[in-house]
């Protein structure tokens, strides 16, 4: 008889905590999970999910627009109602809270609704409960920050922008990580005026360079109004609506401003300063490759240890997790290169593994294959969104270390190409792959000749 209530306590009922929570569940650990707030953690609630229906519904605007050149006649303008696209997303939410309560109970893992505090290395204590465990893992994902300045209580965070009471016929973003670049877009779909404010001199800082000042193009194109090098001064509120002082001297009035700053780990009021755990610079958890924190038997995962803050990098290392501990072999560290991912901004970036900037620093030559295009779907829509394509080689060794997409479903393409990156193939192995035709992504296929190396 084990001399704990658990083998594994889990803090946090995300993505990366409930894939644990089951998978050790599975191996017969004996499991419960302590979540405060929601089902499903950021990414079901506050993150990819609602961002990405709110993206879809963005994207019917140019779709109205395009159909006249294929013959669709529209009677009458078509009308956005936002409280109709809140309410069906708070619907589907529900009901993907539903899934995860299921999968959890299914699995035989106690769900317990508060917030846990760590006792000590074996003892959380909860919702009046004081409870022992062999392991405790903290999975509590991350949270927005926003900076201090005169009326920054008047913004909104990414967490409060997508239950909006009224929709703002203008819009503000302060920020320049994909949040905010993908907000901009959304809003600016939808129908607002939109803007996005940005210290630096371009937004998008660490993806490849070609790329965010294509995106930069294309979101102008499309109305997007982008304030580069410029930051907000000061906000409050006014008759019309919110007064925003850009620190270059310019007034702007919108009826909300998002501040999509950042977000850091949440790990406040979990007890866990009094374990001088070692962290990073950005206040992360260190972990080694067991997951394990310098205190082996709290474990930690996902947002809160500092990686690429995405759904499938958690669930990854939930994975790893549940095989290091519970599991019957010991896997290989689990690789953080070359993982995909996309920016929902309207055109959308696909992108996977070496910028070019990167590959000049790590390859030394490089060769880089571009394509430039008017997608054949606006040969008769009218629109003038164009599409980018680009592939980096390795020149000594010929393997495809880097691609990049923006266009229309470029998440959708990359995913695909994102598993040749992983496989190391190259750049002959690609131009031996049959394309699909007549498809945009056949480009990744037929670009031979080098745009520079």
Known sequence: MSEY???????????????????????????????????????????????????????????????????????????????????????????????????????GVRLINGRATVLDPHHVAVAGETISAEKILVAVGGWPWVPDFPGSELTV??????DLDSFPERFLVLGGGYIAVEFASIFNGLGSESHLVYRGELFLRGFDREVREYTRDEMAKKGVN????????????????????????ETLEVDAVLAATGRRPHL???????????????????????????????????????????????????????????????????????????????????????????????????????????????????SSERCLMKLIVDDHSDVVVGAHMVGEEAGEVIQGIAIAVRAGLTKAQFDQTVGIHPTGAEEFVTMRSPSRR
């Open 5 to 107: 209530d658990y083998d594994l306590f889990v803090i946090g009922a995300g993505s990366g905590g409930v894939r644990a929570a089951r998978t050790a569940a599975a191996t017969g650990a004996r499991v419960a999970v302590a979540e405060d707030r929601y089902l499903g953690g950021t990414c079901v609630n506050v993150g990819c999910v609602p961002k990405k229906l709110y993206s879809y519904a963005a994207h019917f605007h140019e779709a109205f627009e395009d159909a006249g050149g294929f013959g669709w006649q529209l009677s009458g303008a078509p009308a956005f109602d936002w409280p109709t696209l809140r309410d069906n997303k708070i619907g589907e939410i529900k009901r993907l809270n539903g899934i995860y309560g299921r999968l959890l109970d299914n699995a």
């Open 157 to 162: 965070n990414s967490n409060q922008v997508f």
């Open 268 to 382: 406040e009021g979990l007890g866990l300063d009094s374990f001088d755990l070692a962290t990073h610079p950005d206040g992360s958890l260190r972990v080694n490759e067991r997951f394990e924190t310098s205190v082996p038997s709290i474990l930690a995962l996902g947002d809160v240890i500092g990686g690429p803050e995405l759904t499938p990098v958690a669930l990854a290392e939930a994975m790893q997790l549940v095989e290091h501990h519970y599991g019957e072999t010991t896997p290989a560290p689990l690789d953080y290169a070359r993982i995909a991912t996309a920016v929902f901004c309207h055109p959308n970036i696909g992108t996977v593994g070496l910028s070019e900037e990167e590959a000049r620093e790590q390859c030394g030559e490089i060769r880089v294959y571009t394509a430039d295009f008017r997608p054949m779907k606006h040969t008769l829509s009218g």
């Open 226 to 249: 982008l304030h580069f090098e410029v930051n907000i001064e000061a906000i409050e509120k006014v008759a019309g609506g919110l007064k925003v002082s850009l620190t270059n001297g």
